[in-house]
């Protein structure tokens, strides 16, 4: 089983920018595709970016042109890359892994969870 351990979240000024890294153990990433969600206080937990087994790489509309995700399978971290940020990305960032191949954009495709990292970006 794949422990995931974000770190990087904290407080910034909108425009600001911020480093998620989700590192992993127990093992490799290179195995398993790698996604990043959020949750908001009251709302749903919700797609941010993923990227897949060959590093395919898929971004929600809302963040596409300002987050960036990437991998270092040598590391066995996968970081997430937030530019330009507004206070509306404000929520809890979480990580999430499984096996499978692809691209899943889905809650229900994950097979394993961080704990999650608090951004918040003040006006």
């Known amino acids: 089983q794949v422990q995931l351990v974000e770190s990087g979240g904290g407080s910034v000024q909108a425009g600001g920018s911020l480093r998620l890294s989700c590192a992993t153990s127990?093992?490799?990433?290179?195995?398993?595709?790698m996604g990043w969600f959020r949750q908001a206080p009251g709302k749903e937990r919700e797609f941010v970016a993923a990227?897949?087994?060959?590093?395919?790489?898929y971004a929600a509309d809302s963040v596409k042109s300002r987050f960036i995700i990437s991998r270092d399978n040598a590391k066995n971290t996968v970081y997430l890359q937030m530019n330009s940020l507004k206070p509306e990305d404000t929520a809890v960032y979480y990580c999430?892994?499984?096996?499978?191949?692809?691209?899943?954009?889905?809650?229900?495709?994950?097979?394993?969870w961080g704990q999650g990292t608090q951004v918040t970006v003040s006006s």
């Open positions: 990227i897949s087994r060959i590093s395919r790489i």
């Open positions: 127990g093992r490799t990433i290179s195995n398993y595709r």
């Open positions: 999430a892994a499984d096996q499978k191949y692809g691209i899943s954009f889905s809650t229900e495709a994950y097979d394993y």
